[in-house]
C-alpha cells in the first residue's frame, strides 16, 4: 500500500502557501468550499486555451479577490480587457453576486511550472505523440531553463498497449523527503482513445522562495510587493 504525500501540502508551513486564504464558520465551511471548487474548474474550463497554472483564492467581507496564474496572459485579458470583464461577472454570478477583483499573474517561464508541464505532456498524448518523445522533451527543456532536477512518470495504457504500466524518466536531483528543498508538483489526466493516462511531474527549483516569485503581474509587469515569501531558517 503507497505511503505517498502530496509534495505541495507538505511544504505548506515552510515555503509554500494556501490557495485558498480565507476563515470560516462552521455554518459557512462546507458552501464556501465547494464555492472554491466551481470556480476553479471553471476558470480552468474556460481558459483552457490560457495555460492557468492555479487560481488563487480570497475572501474578506462580501468581496472575493481572484488571481489567476497564466502561461498566456493575453489571451485571458483580451482586447482592451473585454475578456477580464466578462470573466468578472462569470465568477461574480457563481458566487452568488459578490464583488469580484480579478487579477492576472503571467507565469515568467512556463516550462519550471510542473502543472503546466503535466497538461502539455498530456496534450500531445491526446494527439496521439509517442510518450517517449513526450516526456524527454519535456526533461530536456526544463533542464535547459535552469531546474535543479524533474521526475516525470506517465500510468495507463501507454502507445494503446492491452495492459496498463507506469514509464518514468528523471534528471537531475528531486529530494521529496527534504522539506525546504523547493519541489513543484502537478498532475493531470490525459483521455486517450485507449483510456486515461496519468501524468505526474515533479520539478526541484532553487531553495528558498515561494513559487509566486514566478509570476509578475500581467498589466505592469512587475512582481507584487511581498508575493515571493522567504523560507523560514
Known amino acids: 500500500m503507497g505511503q505517498k504525500v502530496n509534495p505541495i501540502g507538505l511544504r505548506i508551513p515552510l515555503s509554500r ?5 480565507w476563515y470560516a464558520g462552521k455554518r459557512e465551511y462546507g458552501e464556501w468550499l465547494q464555492e472554491d471548487l466551481r470556480i476553479r474548474s471553471f476558470v480552468k ?14 475572501r474578506f467581507a462580501s468581496r472575493l479577490r481572484v488571481t489567476v496564474f497564466s502561461g498566456r496572459p ?26 469580484v477583483y480579478l487579477d492576472i499573474m503571467e507565469i515568467k517561464r512556463p ?10 505532456i498530456a496534450q500531445q498524448l491526446e ?7 513526450a516526456m524527454k522533451r519535456a526533461v530536456q527543456t526544463a533542464m535547459e531553463m535552469g531546474a535543479q532536477g524533474i521526475k516525470v512518470r506517465c500510468a495507463g495504457r501507454l502507445g ?73 531558517r
Open 17 to 21: 502557501d494556501w490557495l485558498s486564504r
Open 45 to 58: 474550463n474556460r481558459l483552457r486555451q490560457a495555460a492557468v497554472s492555479k487560481v488563487k483564492i480570497e
Open 74 to 99: 493575453g489571451m485571458v485579458i483580451g482586447r482592451k480587457g473585454a475578456e477580464i470583464e466578462r470573466l468578472k461577472g462569470e465568477i461574480a454570478d457563481l458566487s452568488g453576486g459578490r464583488e
Open 111 to 120: 516550462e519550471l511550472d510542473a502543472q503546466l508541464v503535466a497538461e502539455g
Open 127 to 133: 494527439r496521439r505523440v509517442s510518450f517517449r518523445r
Open 160 to 232: 494503446g498497449s492491452e495492459l496498463a504500466r507506469t514509464e518514468q524518466y528523471k534528471e537531475g536531483k528531486t529530494p521529496l523527503h527534504t522539506l525546504r528543498a523547493n519541489i513543484d508538483y502537478g498532475f493531470t489526466e490525459a483521455r486517450t482513445l485507449a483510456g486515461a493516462i496519468g501524468v505526474k511531474v515533479w520539478i526541484c527549483k532553487s531553495e528558498g522562495t515561494e513559487v509566486a516569485e514566478n509570476a509578475t503581474d500581467a498589466k505592469t509587469r512587475k512582481a507584487p510587493k511581498g508575493a515571493a515569501r522567504q523560507s523560514r
